[in-house]
């Protein structure tokens, strides 16, 4: 079995022993006291993808870096991103997908994070091994973060949930969008000939 570059157990540990990020190493030690030892789990494991990052379906291809496509688990990061509370993406229909419509679309996947005034937008597709690790990191301690604040303050379960139902929504939706532009496309493709 090939090794990814992002195992969540080694990061749970790492995280543990990190002298310079105090703030993670309390993160993970508080998550491991509240939902116990995480020695042999994966992030498939964990209560939050099962009942939230799981949702996100994917049905359809999205471009990643083609020197990395065998360095990570694709799949789960997507999950990451789609049902990030802290981040904003958007999915774009590659335009070469026109020349051959009757395939299946590939999709261009581009983030957009806020610090304060400041946005930054990449495209998946353009970053750097280091950048797609550091992604996996910030969005499994956002997960880890919020199962800690639901589990300890009842009071944010409802804010929480609230948002998580949001962010599923807005992805069946950016899906829905997709489908459409997809069909009719097809649809005018079909017509030419006729006209």
Known sequence: MKRLFF???????????HPTKPSNKETVLKYEELFGSQKGLTLYDQPFYKKYLSLFKIPYKILIPEDFSEDYDWDLLF?????????????????????????????????TVSSGEQEIT????EL????????FE??????LDLAILKKED???????????VEKLELYS?????IFK?????????????IL
């Open 128 to 135: 750097w091994s280091f950048q797609i690790l550091r992604l």
């Open 79 to 111: 999950r990451l991103v789609f049902g990030s509370l802290s981040s904003e993406y958007s999915l774009d229909i590659i335009d070469d997908w026109k020349e051959n419509p009757e395939v299946v679309p590939t999709l261009r996947l581009s983030i």
């Open 7 to 17: 195992d969540y157990y080694e990061f749970f540990e790492e995280m543990k022993k």
């Open 181 to 193: 532009e997809v069909k009719t496309y097809q649809t005018l493709m079909q017509l030419v000939p």
């Open 173 to 177: 939706k950016k899906k829905l969008m």
């Open 138 to 143: 910030i969005y499994v301690l956002e997960q």
């Open 154 to 164: 009842k009071y944010n379960v409802e804010g929480i949930e609230y948002e998580r």
């Open 122 to 125: 990449k495209q998946l597709d």
